[in-house]
T-cell receptor, first 115, second 117 residues
Framework: EAGVVQSPRYKIIEKKQPVAFWCNPI?????LYWYLQNLGQGPELLIR????????DSQLPKDRFSAERLKGVDSTLKIQPAELGDSAVYLC?????????????FGPGTRLTVL | AQKITQTQPGMFVQEKEAVTLDCTYD???????LFWYKQPSSGEMIFLIY??????QNATEGRYSLNFQKARKSANLVISASQLGDSAMYFC??????????????FGKGTTLSVSS
């Protein structure tokens, strides 16, 4: 069974440029998460989707970040415009559902460098 | 508030030895799950082991076991017979039923494990 797929793996952009990350979750997983991981830290939630609905986006900086999950499968996270402080790893994860026992499986992440 | 604490920034162990990575947690919810993930230098978070708050037995998965002490709110990961490929960052994480946001994982800061030959 294929795992969570993310692209691109690496992205280098100049500040003020837009950037987008793509995620394809494990087949059948209704819940999709985007996490931000700064260097030397654990991941922190940006947004969570139940099917196509964003049910927790309280940590998403909405002035520059946006996300969508069309048809409840693939998801895209966008930053516009990017700032130097956005340099980090952006991780996508998916799980079957909401139970505490539902394991979240992560993709390889996108490492963003903003110059 | 939910919190995960990993107090060991780095741990060193020799091949074939066992190592314990510490994790303490804080939650007021009686129903929660505890997870350990491994993150090698390639960046992917790899799920290792899960322990539920109501589980009577400590979880085990191959060379990984979880020393769950509920009264102390600790969930230490034990890796037996360490291998060179175990060198990585290890994260302890928790989720509880508390509220809508509680279904996301809360992570600790991680422990870097270095295995030498």
């Amino acid at each position: 069974e294929a795992g969570v797929v993310q692209s691109p793996r690496y992205k280098i952009i100049e500040k003020k440029q837009p950037v987008a990350f793509w995620c394809n979750p494990i087949s059948g997983h209704n819940t999709l998460y985007w996490y931000l991981q700064n260097l030397g830290q654990g991941p922190e939630l940006l947004i969570r989707y139940e099917n196509e609905e964003a049910v927790d986006d309280s940590q998403l900086p909405k002035d520059r970040f946006s996300a969508e999950r069309l048809k409840g499968v693939d998801s895209t996270l966008k930053i516009q415009p990017a700032e130097l402080g956005d340099s980090a790893v952006y991780l996508c994860a998916s799980s079957l559902g909401l139970r505490t026992t539902d394991t979240q499986y992560f993709g390889p992440g996108t490492r963003l460098t903003v110059l | 508030a939910q919190k995960i604490t990993q107090t060991q920034p780095g741990m060193f162990v020799q091949e074939k030895e066992a190592v314990t990575l510490d994790c303490t947690y804080d939650t007021s919810d009686p129903s929660y799950g505890l997870f350990w993930y491994k993150q090698p230098s390639s960046g992917e978070m790899i799920f290792l082991i899960y322990q539920g708050s109501y589980d009577q037995q400590n979880a085990t998965e191959g060379r990984y076991s979880l020393n769950f002490q509920k009264a102390r709110k600790s969930a230490n990961l034990v890796i037996s017979a360490s291998q060179l490929g175990d060198s990585a960052m290890y994260f302890c994480a928790m989720r509880d039923e508390g509220d809508q946001a509680g279904t996301a994982l809360i992570f600790g800061k991680g422990t870097t494990l270095s295995v030498s030959s």
